[in-house]
């Protein structure tokens, strides 16, 4: 053999050495998926990342007690594995104290740094990650917990979460879990395109049936369906969208009451002010911000001094709120208004300039930005009913509107001081002739009517910003209703509130805030020409004359 054929067929048995060592190789590399799949943990050591999120997946539904800690440990940056993988490969979770194994949680002496390797994730493992972290809690035994897991299924729809869903929903008992549960399958199953028609069809029932946004949107981004899908999915959104509707005429007219509530309670003094003095007091918008204010120092001094009873702030400030804003409309009686009756025009006037000579006062001692005044946890979150979501601190709002309604009523009903109101409300010479005391009777009518304005502060401290300028949104608005309603009339206070409160959010959405508010202005003046005394007037010589 020649020199040069040796070098060829050395050459060659080269090649071949090489080309055995490649298929080798990649023989390894093609088997090395097999045990991974068996093995979550292997999975998640490998250095795929579609294996990775196999891994994840898997290890979420295997039921391991370290299942969350290692989940969580692979989304924090923390899960190491061998340099070199290999399906026997070890895993670590790195603590604050050193490593621990992750199939066994079991403390582990630092492996050498060159043989360990960060798990990386990417967008795929990540979005395995969330999925696997909702799915930890299908199983928990709280049925709140198992219902927001099934509803992050719902949201994301993962494909690979359609097995875990089954799994999950053969074992639940509680019904409005399996209700979450169903519709989350319903997703997946029409997202990932799995399924045979009947399935299909059974799905989009499921979605229609739970008519919402997020259902009318996932069904409508559905493409390539067959025509029978197809064409359930149109006649599904069709039926959501009229179930919108009519949850959205509901929406609007909770929205309504409960600006009518907090018109009701901005009101009602100035209704009583307004009937039995006839003062067209400006400054009435100024008691609603002291009642404000008035929270928001009693909050703090809650939080100085007894900072067990910050859950109960709110209850404090309230008869803090009445006396504070009382008082000091009895000293603006007492000092100014006494001296204006029959002078509508230099009442008005004076009360303006009292409004803004408080408005200055309260930005030189707070300061002119908003103040923070917080919510306690009991009025905080929402309720949902069916399509419709019932904020609580409106809640709160409404129902407490009804009790301060109800307790004036019995004031001014049954109370020694509310028979002298009405007596001169009615009639005042007649009463000063029976010996009713008319200019105290103002003074504590007047005292009355202030103090609940600043109740109306303490609620509308809640939904609104603690600002010099609050009273001002309302002050208009109450002479609206008072007007609406009947001058001196609690019921007819409460009709002009919900009225005004419930067009006003009826025609919003279609005209805007500013021309919806106009709308309702012009109904206004025409309804005051054709009834001036109101829906409610009130009734009695002096009335009639």
């Known amino acids: 053999m020649t020199p040069m054929q040796s070098k060829i067929a050395a050459g060659g048995r080269c090649l071949r050495s090489c080309g055995l060592v490649l298929a080798l190789l990649l023989a390894a590399a093609l088997a090395w998926p097999a045990p991974a799949r068996a093995d979550p943990f292997a999975a998640i050591a490998a250095t795929n990342f579609d294996a990775v999120a196999d891994g994840v997946r898997a290890l979420a539904v295997s039921g391991n007690p370290r299942a969350a800690a290692v989940i969580a440990a692979l989304r924090d940056g923390r899960l190491y594995a061998w340099r070199w993988p290999r399906p026997d490969a070890p895993l670590f979770i790195r603590t604050d104290s050193g490593f621990a194994d992750a199939r066994t949680g079991a403390k582990v002496s630092a492996p050498p740094p060159l043989n360990l390797r960060r798990v990386i994730v990417n967008d795929s493992v990540r979005a395995a990650i969330e999925t696997a972290e909702g799915a930890l809690d299908l199983f928990s035994p709280q049925p709140a917990a198992r219902r927001r897991a099934a509803e992050a299924l719902y949201q994301s729809a993962a494909p690979g979460a359609l097995p875990l869903i089954e799994r999950a929903l053969a074992k639940e008992r509680d019904a409005g879990v399996a209700r979450v549960l169903r519709e989350a399958k ?198 949902s009913l069916g399509g419709l979501t019932l904020t609580v601190n409106r809640l709160w709002i409404i129902a407490f509107a009804i009790l301060v309604l109800a307790a004036l009523m019995a004031v001014l009903r049954w109370g020694g001081l509310g028979r002298n109101i009405r007596a001169v409300m009615q009639n005042r010479r007649m009463a000063a002739a029976m010996g009713i005391r008319t200019p105290w009777i103002d003074a504590l009518t007047f005292g009355l009517g202030s103090g609940i304005a600043g109740i109306a502060g303490v609620a509308l401290s809640q939904i609104d910003n603690v600002s010099p300028n609050l009273g001002q949104n309302y002050i208009i608005d109450s002479f609206l209703v008072v007007v609406v309603g009947g001058v001196g009339n609690l019921w007819g206070t409460l009709f002009g509130a919900m009225l005004l409160g419930v067009v006003d959010k009826f025609v919003e959405p279609f005209e805007g805030a500013v021309l919806a508010k106009i709308i309702v202005l012009v109904f206004l003046i025409l309804f005051i020409q054709r009834r001036p005394g109101g829906m409610f007037p009130l009734k009695g010589r002096a009335a009639e004359a």
């Open 186 to 383: 319903a997703a997946t199953l029409l997202k990932s395109g799995s399924g045979d028609i009947p399935a299909r069809l059974a799905a989009v029932a499921e979605l229609a049936a739970r008519a919402d946004l997020s259902a009318r949107s996932l069904l409508a981004s559905l493409q390539g369906q067959p025509p029978t899908v197809a064409s359930a999915i149109s006649a599904a959104i069709a039926t959501i969208d009229r179930r919108l509707e009519l949850w959205g005429l509901l929406e609007n007219v909770y929205y309504g009451i409960s600006l009518g509530a907090v018109l009701l309670l901005a009101a009602s003094g100035l209704a009583i002010t307004f009937g039995v003095m006839g003062v067209i007091n400006m400054a009435h918008g100024e008691m609603v911000m002291v009642g404000a204010y008035t929270t928001f120092v009693v909050q703090q001094l809650i939080a100085a001094f007894a900072p067990a009873l910050t859950e109960l702030g709110l209850l404090f400030a309230i008869p803090a709120a009445f006396v504070v804003a009382g008082l000091l409309g009895m000293a603006i009686e007492r000092t100014l208004i006494r001296f204006l009756y029959g002078r509508p025009l230099e009442t008005l006037l004076a009360t303006w300039g009292l409004s803004l000579i408080l408005q200055q006062a309260v930005r030189s001692i707070f300061g002119p930005t908003n103040q923070n005044v917080t919510s306690p946890d009991w009025m905080s979150g929402a309720v």
